[in-house]
């Protein structure tokens, strides 16, 4: 009876510290999934073509269901698409207007991309950065891989490093770092999670991106972004990027900086290095005569365009082809950078 009597004793101590470990390894776990977490930044590998090229598009600003022409862009998309068997696509951010997603089930994700995209030249993979709007919805949706069984191109991360043989593309969530959506966000609504501590979150950021960038053993280096760093369209330059994001890129000679944010379509080059500065913003609404040229005086513009279109880039070791096409499919502009000269002709 004794006996009995201890091992039940001996048994219930033993539920009681199973259920304490337990409860101990849920909080953890429970903390750990509250607690933003700042990791490294995530690589991709992307296969260049046989002959050592690489050929993609340049799309932002376009999520509108099909208005406001962005059914007309991806349709010239798709033609260029298939001209230069293009290998994937890249969005700038503005994925999803006006206030991104609501969840994984929102129809918007097919309404304004699967349905809209549908030539077979585009059917390649889109990597693509978070807009000012997207951070209006719920990020964590535009995020969550499950988007990836609706339409299986849909590659979005905050920050991310995309290497080829030829050109690593470091992709930079810049939403965080303007400051007035803290301070004065009007009266829109930003999802903030996985980001605050903001100070902590940019800090890890620029860390990991100045590790990434040096560590970078490629021929080219290119940078992506939402907003710009050089801009001569209705938003301008970001103070906050001339001031944490460009530095890093400088030190670390990176050749190519494209962004979204202005709708319009931009070439601009650097005063004092070799860097491109290349705005495609222009995916579905643009913004007629808001454009700025007068204020050219710390920018060298080479071209400006008020209306809708999209980027191409070619590349291989020694150069890169960059055009720019309006919404009818017409080349407007083109510049190619010698890699061998390290100078643009």
Known sequence: MVVAMVAASMASGLRTKAMALLCCYLTVALCAFLVPSFAKLTTIEHPIKPNRSLSFLVVGDWGRKGFYNQSEVAFQMGRIGEKLKIDFV???????????????????FRDSFTNIYTAKSLQKPW?????NHDYRGNVEAQLNPILRSVDKRWICMRSFVLKTELVDIFFVDTTPFVDKY???PEDHTYDW???????????SL????????????????????????????HHGDTAQLIKFLL???KDNNVDVYMNGH?????HITSMNGAMQYLTSGGGSKAWRGDLKPDDDVNHSAKFLYDG??????EMNENEAMILFYDVEGLILHQWKISKQLRSAV
């Open 127 to 131: 990597y693509s950065v978070l807009g």
């Open 193 to 203: 999670k996985g980001v605050e501590p903001r100070k902590n979150y940019l800090s």
């Open 308 to 313: 809708q279109g999209f980027m191409s880039v």
């Open 182 to 184: 803290f301070t004065d």
């Open 90 to 108: 890249i969005s700038t951010g503005d994925n999803f207007y006006d206030n991104g997603l609501t969840s994984v089930y929102d129809p918007a």
């Open 262 to 266: 202005d709708h319009c379509l931009e």
């Open 206 to 233: 620029i860390k990991d991106l100045k590790a990434e960038m040096r560590n970078s053993t490629a021929l080219w280096k290119f940078a992506v972004g939402h907003h710009a760093i050089k801009s001569l369209g």
């Open 247 to 249: 530095p890093v890129l």
